[in-house]
């Protein structure tokens, strides 16, 4: 990789130090020390060439001149600099199980964590909304901050991420254990699960940045990088998938109607009941409360060892390399710096705007599902199996708009993945039945898989464009990742708050086998009304984006060529 600068440098040299040059270069390519396409001569050195080869074709008297060997042309580079373009199969494989545990446990948060703390741990929708909202702004603001200390970090033998994630999960597990505990004791309910949930979003947090940086340093090449984004999606899709499978089935039976006929008994017909029939109905409605609390400790114990495994198969499987798009002793600028130079970089401002909205309308679809096919439609025996059709439908559909993202551009496919979701949540507040809840499902797992794909697919497009824009302030790529997490989860958590508010305003009975009325009007609001009003917001900002594929290849021959000047 040094061909195309020493060749530049002895174009004016004379024909004999140019031939060497080239022979260099060919000796060089044939070693596999270099590519082909790093070894490019300037039109001034083949001139000078081509002159040289007349000049010992007439026998020209340069022929005569004794030249001194120069000093060898490939100088010895480090093996820090050697960046693989192509990434394996296996590689790939592994950098995406190491995102799947993250979403096996965000999936059964999003979709269970809500009705377990009202229906289970019974706390009341005031206390579950705080929980939710403060929970997701404390994860909101570790995001910055773990952020920072990533930029700080030093590398090591195995990267400078992978720590991170490697050291955290053991702790991650154990909180993640504990959310899912109900203690025995009644007053100091709330600050338990406001305690576990903020533990347990600053650590999955830690997991979570330096997991989502690491695409940058998989590859150079956008397209490695774009399938090895893929492969994530899809396993995370799947993790998702397997995290409602198995909270959906393992709790499917803390949540059937067997304990209402009791329950209703010892709450609305005291007076006409005998002290005997009180008495075994209460027992009975403990027994059932005790189940559930059972049963949601097993997931939870579950999910737990999953995370555990897929981290030491990333870690086995995935190395982390430094990209040399710059040189390494250029003086790097402070993390404040870099902070202000990513807030005032347009594409990157677009996007995360944009897609802010767009998760928060998924994040209230995700966690009043439950509670709407439980109260509003009547689905309670069904729900588990709408939702993993929605996860399956999201499987399957991952390679399709990897696909179509190739084909017609990342935007476009932005555009059309995530509308399609808009007249079938519709469609499901209106015609509440069975059938029609399952074509909504399929449907909806389109919509699912691209608003997952497309963000983690354009992020790297926006790093690279600002890399460009600000080629020596290198080593910021954390603030990207953390900032972009940090303000969807900080929208998330006000949406989930309002969300559960709502419900409380409404009416809603902690325990209880019925809602009133309006209960179940604003669960249809909230599935309905509200992510088409979010999504359309999001849609319209994301019109200002403005990296086209255009775009995208002109940043990409220019890092190259970036990366060539700085080895």
């Known amino acids: 990789m040094e061909v195309e600068k020493s060749a530049s440098v002895v174009a004016g040299a004379g024909p004999a130090t140019a031939a060497a040059a080239a022979a260099?270069?060919?000796?060089?390519e044939k070693e596999g020390r270099v590519t082909t396409a790093a070894v490019r001569l300037p039109p001034v050195t083949l001139r000078a060439m081509a002159k040289g080869e007349r000049a010992a074709a007439e026998g020209s008297p340069a022929d005569k001149l004794v030249v001194k060997h120069p000093k060898p042309?490939?100088?010895k580079v480090t093996h820090q600099t050697i960046v693989e373009q192509k990434l394996s199969v296996s590689s790939k494989l592994c950098?995406?199980?190491?995102?799947?545990?993250?979403?096996v446990a965000g999936s059964a948060t999003a979709f269970f964590l809500q009705i377990f703390l009202l229906d289970v741990a019974q706390i009341n929708p005031f206390q579950a909304s705080m929980v939710l909202f403060i929970g997701k702004a404390w994860g909101a603001i570790t995001d910055p901050v773990v952020g920072f200390f990533i930029t700080k970090s030093k590398w090591t033998?195995?990267?400078?991420?992978?720590p991170w994630m490697v050291g955290c999960t053991p702790f991650v597990v154990v909180a993640y254990f504990y959310l899912w505990f109900v203690p025995p004791f009644a007053n100091g309910k709330f600050m338990w699960y406001l305690g576990f949930y903020c533990l347990y979003q600053t650590l999955i947090t830690c997991f979570h940045v330096p997991y989502s940086a690491l695409t940058?340093?998989?590859?150079?090449d956008q397209r490695e990088r774009d399938s090895a984004t893929a492969y994530r999606m899809t396993a995370e899709v799947l993790g998702t998938l397997v995290g409602a499978a198995i909270q959906g089935q393992i709790v499917a039976s803390a949540h059937t109607m067997k304990h209402c006929l009791h329950h209703n008994l010892s709450t609305s017909h005291l007076g006409n009941s005998s002290g005997?029939?009180?008495?075994?109905?209460?027992?009975?409605?403990?027994?059932?409360?005790?189940?559930?609390?059972?049963?949601?400790?097993?997931?939870?114990?579950?999910?737990?060892?999953?995370f555990?495994?897929?981290t030491v198969v990333m870690f086995l499987g995935v190395k982390e390399k430094d990209d040399p798009y710059v040189p390494k002793a250029e003086k790097q600028i402070s993390f404040h710096q870099g902070f202000v130079l990513v807030m005032r970089h347009g594409p990157y401002i677009t996007l995360t705007a944009a897609f802010l909205f767009i998760s928060v309308a998924i994040q209230l679809v995700q966690s009043n599902f439950v509670l709407f096919c439980t109260y509003a439609v009547d689905l309670r025996d069904h729900f588990q199996n709408i939702v993993l059709t929605i996860l399956i439908s999201a499987v399957v559909s991952i390679p399709f708009w990897q696909w179509f993202?190739?084909?017609?551009?990342?935007k476009t496919a932005a555009f059309c993945g995530i509308t399609w979701i808009m007249p079938f949540t519709v469609m499901l507040v209106f015609i509440p039945n069975l059938v029609v809840a399952y074509v909504v499902a399929v449907s909806s797992g389109l919509s699912v898989a691209a608003s997952l794909l497309l963000p983690w697919s354009m992020l790297p497009d926006v790093v690279d464009d600002f890399r460009l824009a600000n080629p020596f302030s290198k080593g910021h790529e954390a603030i990207f990742y953390s900032f972009y997490v940090f303000f969807t989860k900080f929208a998330a958590g006000i949406s989930l708050g309002v969300s559960t508010l709502c419900l409380e305003f409404a009416g809603y009975d902690t325990g209880a086998c019925r809602q009133p009325p309006p209960v179940a009007y604003t669960l249809k609001l909230l599935i309905g009304a509200a992510p088409v009003a979010f999504i359309v917001t999001g849609l319209m900002i994301l019109l200002l984006y403005p990296i086209s594929e255009d775009v995208r290849l002109r940043n990409k021959l220019a890092l190259e060529d970036l990366r060539l000047q700085s080895v």
């Open 73 to 75: 042309i490939f100088a």
């Open 216 to 220: 940058m340093f998989l590859s150079t």
């Open 95 to 103: 950098f995406a199980i190491g995102g799947a545990p993250n979403q």
């Open 157 to 162: 033998k195995i990267g400078r991420l992978m």
């Open 308 to 310: 555990l495994i897929c």
């Open 276 to 306: 005997s029939e009180v008495v075994k109905s209460l027992a009975l409605s403990q027994d059932f409360l005790s189940h559930a609390r059972e049963v949601y400790m097993i997931a939870a114990g579950v999910i737990g060892g999953i």
């Open 24 to 28: 260099a270069a060919a000796v060089a």
């Open 405 to 410: 993202l190739e084909r017609f551009g990342k």
